[in-house]
């Protein structure tokens, strides 16, 4: 006799099979250039990259895990078992390929979930924060609509945060110190300043920048930065 699912695991399968669902879907509509990355915190992540005629896959290593979220020589077993290759190189990710046609977009999302549920213990897809962008070199990146990813607006680490800050800088001819701003998680993004001359720069989660006037005070132009945020992606305070 089979095993009875209990209704909290019927529950959570049905969020992962609409979930990987919308993914497929998603995947389907990336441009070439674009990259989507899902994270899901200490337990890891996965990431797609777009070309015009592939479309590559990665999950997590142990090498960009913590204990206790690293994957046991089982979890990567089942890994390789189900597909996966982990190149030999220090630092690499679990990674594999799939040609940009549909049965390839529905088993790139079928696989990547199966990779998260299983090797990276993620509870649930409401565990996932996702970014991404068309890529254009690092200067002028085009922000992905990820709404139809089921998971809301996703939000930007503070990697692709400072360097969003560092295009703006090349783009209006600003020295290139990026590196000496100190960073805030806010609701709505980043929060850059820089100690030694109160330079300010805030940076949303659909990758918008924009840099504080000098006149007008920190508290001010947070405000009004998170308030045209809100405005420009319908969303209610």
């Known amino acids: 006799m089979g095993e009875t699912l209990t209704n909290d695991q019927k529950s959570e399968d049905a969020e992962w ?33 777009a070309e015009v005629s592939r479309l590559d896959a990665e999950v997590a ?25 982990l190149d030999e190189e220090p630092l690499e990710n679990w990674r594999r390929s799939v040609d940009r046609t549909p049965e390839g977009y529905s088993l790139a999302a079928e696989k ?30 085009v922000q992905l609509d990820l709404t ?17 800050m560092h295009a703006y800088m090349v783009q209006h001819g600003l020295p290139r110190t990026s590196g000496e701003f100190q960073g805030v998680r806010a609701e709505w993004g980043w ?13 949303s989660h659909d990758h918008c920048v924009e840099r504080r006037p000098e006149h007008v005070p920190s508290g001010e132009f ?16």
């Open 222 to 237: 947070r405000e009004g930065f998170e308030r045209r945020y809100r405005e420009r992606n319908g969303l209610s305070r």
């Open 148 to 164: 139809g990813l089921g998971l809301g607006m996703g939000q930007v680490p503070e990697s692709n945060a400072r360097a969003a």
């Open 17 to 49: 099979d609409v979930f990987t669902a919308h993914l497929a879907a998603f995947l389907s509509g990336l441009p070439a250039g674009a990259k989507l990355v899902l994270r899901a915190g200490d337990h890891g992540f996965a990431q797609f990259a």
């Open 191 to 203: 929060a850059f300043t820089r100690e030694r001359d109160a330079e300010e720069f805030c940076v």
């Open 112 to 141: 990547v979930v199966g990779a998260l549920r299983t090797a990276l213990r993620v509870p649930g897809p409401g565990s996932i924060a996702p970014d991404g962008w068309v890529d254009h070199r690092g200067v002028g990146n």
């Open 61 to 85: 290593s142990n090498a960009f895990l913590k204990e206790p979220w690293r994957m046991s020589a089982d979890d990567e077993r089942w890994l390789a078992a189900d597909g996966w290759e």
